[in-house]
């Protein structure tokens, strides 16, 4: 019966082990994870508005990089790109990343059946091309009549960009070129060619003829809601296990020790997590993004990722140190509320290993000289006084 319970107590050993861990880790995941507004500070604390638009940028210039002819804009020129930010602020893609999370995560809670949201951009890409326009207009007036020795330049490098061109073009009228310039912009397919983005639209993937990713992720709101009940699952299992281990010890000095032990080397697994984490994702960070093609959005994810860890396993080094303090104040009390035992040592003879009983005296073998001696001591036997009779009174001679 005392191997069973070993055995039980050994089991609750591992599940508590097991269940302190897990409950450190959930409540890490659900303080982090679970608040869309901490994500917008990351993203925002880590560029990702201003390196998006860079990269839309990157990506249409390379997409319209055979898409030249006469009075083209080319999406590189420094006025196109400084037109683009002021219209695509910071303000204005924080407001569309919020409606993104927010939609996303009542999809998760359970609030909506599907994610639903439209991010309309059309407006803005409308405003830049009327910004656009206008700064063609402005810049064609300023310019001189080209002389001939620039229009043979420019018929022979057939580049007339009216945003490069250092003259005015004698057959170009400024106001027609803002209006071809707002035009080519508005219909051009290789900046913002999908301005109205939505869920069935947005695939991570890249592939338009492939699922959404709300359907290829159909469970997610069921562990999604797993995973916000972990906390109270893993604390209502971190009790029994207490409970358990505590009872059915057979001394409870040792069920209390061998907690505080678990409590301690769950404390260590939590404060090795946290430093494996953080050489993990540096190593990774180094072979990741260690090639000169890598983008300002890569690097911008790879900070927000960065930022995403340290808050994670931040939780997990705390409540390490909390297990590694309530275990070893544990341990601490059992030890110093040990029995010590009799301090000083038994002296062999003396009255400490003499028995507490009397010592009878050995039976007479043979006979006995009376003129002799005993060599043990005599047993002084206790005087038994004799009643007093009464006296008769004499006899008187007859």
Known sequence: MVWV???????????????????????????????PQKLETWLDQSNFYSSL???????AQQSATGDTGAGRIVLSDPPFQAAV??????????QYTSTVLNSNY???????????FTIDLRPAKQKLAQQIGQAVETRLTSLNLCTNAQLAQLQ???NTDPLAIPCQLPTVNPQTAGTQATAQVNDSESFLNNPVITPNSLNPDGNKQGKPYYQRLSSAPKLYKWGQRL???????????LMGIFFLTPRRRRGLRRIGSVMVLAGIILVAIKFVADTAFNHAEKQLFNGSGIGQLQHSLTGFLQRLE???????????????????????????SRDKGPKAAKVKGSALDTPNEPIAAPPASGPTNRGTKSSLPALKQPVRSKPNKPRRPPRLIQ
């Open 231 to 241: 906390p109270l699952i893993f604390g209502g299992l971190t009790i029994l296990m």
């Open 106 to 116: 009542a999809w998760l809670e359970g609030k909506t059946s599907t994610p639903n």
């Open 5 to 35: 319970r070993k055995g039980f107590v050994f089991l609750l050993s591992l599940a508590l082990l097991v269940s302190l861990v897990g409950l450190a880790l959930s409540v890490s995941a659900k303080a982090n994870l679970t608040h």
């Open 310 to 336: 340290a808050q994670l396993v931040k939780i997990d080094l705390w409540f390490g140190i909390a297990f590694l303090a309530l275990g070893a104040l544990l341990l601490g009390i059992l030890w110093l």
């Open 85 to 94: 930010r002021s219209v695509f602020t910071t303000q204005l893609l924080k």
């Open 156 to 158: 022979s490098t057939l």
């Open 53 to 59: 638009v860079t990269n839309e940028l990157r990506d």
